[in-house]
């Protein structure tokens, strides 16, 4: 074999090594761009709602508001807009004539951080507020005249957080301390929810004492829940604060709110961290969980699936033209009219008449009762001159 030959041979082999590695490189770039593209779209859902209802009124109850606003402020901040979570709050604590600072809510003592901010949008306020208008938000059997801020326009894509947070006990939850929701009627909500295609996957918290009696009897789908308490224990309130005269934030959705402020739109926290959220050490009482109905591995389920908001975007190569196709047109000189008659203004009284002009003199009417009192002194006199004897003459 000539020198040419063998020359030929090392390049041909060295061409088939360069091709074979480039081969492999590309596999192994597909599987990793296949594995991020399964990761990205493994929720299956394409939008987020989130529910929020705080059931307490009354001054004691400031704290409830805190949780419900607290749990606002972090959805929004992980990007579901206000025309995605319907807002529900029992009683108005900023508005309330005991808060010292009015048009503020408080979640931190030395009240250093407000969560009512300046664009809460509350859906249901006050005695708005029931429990039949909460099932009825879930179940989507709203009248015809209810706005869109009022509704949940969910569809089998979305995935659902519902947050709930009040006074409880074995098996109910109290609205506005005059009704209650009780277990069944909340699992049999979210059973008409799944039969009409409203959600995709559903995550429930609740902060209540108790709070693990009110996902007992689930029975749907893709439901995963988390409650402050199990039952027989209470939900235990902190961060006292002695110049508002209440306590602040209940202790579970302090230290969930404290684990939600590490997270970030695109972060890869998962459930089984969320689960962790106040130990006992932390809580009090006994946090619970229950994941049995939830289809997928809790460790797969990143937090943004559910206090986040989806944000898909399709990657296109070709080149798209954002100049409209339409034929220029060449410019006309414009013509300005002009009109002959002289432009005036309409006539007004001036300013200096208006300020020096005399009060309109009112015309005098008899002040309230005055008919009346005309008319009882009237018979006083007659009874007095000729007594009832003479009451047939009138009569």
């Not at 699992?187 to 009110?214: H, P």
Request: glycine share 4%.
């Amino acid at each position: 074999m000539n020198s040419e030959t063998r020359f030929e041979c090392l390049y041909v082999n060295a061409l088939c090594a360069v091709l074979h590695f480039h081969r492999r490189c590309d596999r192994s770039q597909n599987r990793i761009l296949q594995a991020k593209a399964n990761q990205f779209f493994r929720s299956g859902h394409t939008n987020n709602w989130a529910v929020l209802v705080c059931t307490s009124r009354f001054w004691f109850n400031y704290r409830h508001v805190a949780n419900t606003l607290s749990v606002y402020r972090s959805v929004k901040r992980l990007g579901i807009p206000d025309s995605r979570i319907v807002l529900m709050l029992a009683d108005d604590m900023a508005c309330n004539h005991r808060n010292p600072k009015p048009a503020t809510v408080f979640s931190h003592k030395n009240m250093e951080l407000n969560v009512y901010g300046d664009d809460v949008e509350v859906d249901y306020r006050g005695y708005e507020v029931t429990v039949e208008n909460f099932l009825r938000v879930l179940t989507g059997r709203l009248p015809p005249s209810t706005p869109r801020s009022k509704r949940l326009l969910s569809d089998d894509r979305s995935n659902i957080l519902i947050y709930l947070t009040g006074h409880g006990g074995n098996g109910f939850l109290k609205f506005q301390d005059s009704e209650e929701i009780s277990n069944v009627e909340l699992a049999d909500a979210f059973e008409q929810m799944w039969q009409k295609r409203r959600y995709n996957e559903l995550l429930f918290i609740i902060d209540t004492c108790q709070g693990v009696s009110m996902y007992e009897r689930f029975y749907s789908p893709n439901v995963m829940a988390l409650a402050s308490s199990q039952v027989g224990e209470d939900s235990l309130s902190h961060q006292p604060d002695l110049a508002i005269g209440v306590h602040l934030m209940d202790r579970y959705t302090f230290y969930l709110l404290e684990f939600l402020e590490d997270i970030h739109p695109a972060s890869q926290a998962n459930m089984n961290d969320l689960f962790k959220v106040c130990p006992k050490s932390q809580c009090v009482s006994t946090p619970g969980h229950r994941r049995d109905l939830f289809q997928r591995d809790p460790g797969s389920v990143l937090i943004t699936d559910f206090f986040g908001s989806v944000r898909k975007v399709e990657i296109t190569t070709e080149t798209v033209s954002l100049t409209p196709s339409v034929p220029e047109q060449q410019d006309e000189p414009a013509t300005i009219m002009t009109s002959s008659e002289p432009q005036t203004y309409v006539q007004q009284l001036p300013v200096a008449e208006i300020i020096h002009q005399k009060p309109r003199q009112k015309e005098w009417h008899p002040p309230d009762g005055f008919i009346l009192g005309l008319w009882t002194l009237i018979l006083l006199v007659f009874f007095k001159t000729y007594g009832i004897k003479h009451l047939k003459h009138i009569f």
